[in-house]
C-alpha cells in the first residue's frame, strides 16, 4: 500500500489549498481514510477523517473550513481547505486504515499573513 500526497504550498491567510492522497495497493472506499497535520513543535494531530460508509469528522480547529472528501473511481482522497489560517501551517499527512495502517509521505502547507 502506498498513499501518495500532494498539493501543499505556501498561501496567503484567508486562501485555499486542495490536498490530495493517491492511494495505490488499497481501494480508499474500504479504507478509514484521514488527514493529520504536525505543525512546528506540534503533535500529530487529527484534522479530518472519513470512514467507508462516509461518514466524516473534523477537529473541531477546522470545522466550516476543510472538507474531506473521496473519488473511489481516482482512488484519491482530499482536503479541501478554505480561509486558511496562520495556525494552519502544517506538514499534512494522508493516512489509511484497512488491515493495517499506512501513512503518506507528508506535504508541507504554509499559510503566510
Known amino acids: 500500500v502506498q498513499l501518495q500526497a500532494s498539493g501543499g504550498g505556501l498561501v496567503q491567510a484567508g486562501g485555499s489549498l486542495r490536498l490530495s492522497c493517491a492511494a495505490s495497493?488499497?481501494?480508499?472506499?474500504?479504507?478509514?481514510m484521514a488527514w493529520y497535520r504536525q505543525g512546528p513543535g506540534n503533535a500529530r494531530e487529527l484534522v479530518a477523517s472519513?470512514?467507508?460508509?462516509?461518514?466524516?469528522n473534523y477537529a473541531d480547529s477546522v470545522k466550516g473550513r476543510f472538507t474531506i472528501s473521496r473519488d473511489n473511481a481516482e482512488n484519491t482522497v482530499y482536503l479541501q481547505m478554505s480561509s486558511l489560517k496562520l495556525e494552519d501551517t502544517a506538514v499534512y499527512y494522508c493516512?489509511?486504515?484497512?488491515?493495517?495502517?499506512?501513512w503518506g509521505q507528508g506535504t508541507l502547507v504554509t499559510v503566510s499573513s
Open positions: 495497493g488499497t481501494a480508499v472506499r474500504l479504507n478509514f
Open positions: 493516512y489509511a486504515r484497512y488491515y493495517g495502517e499506512y
Open positions: 472519513i470512514t467507508s460508509g462516509g461518514r466524516t
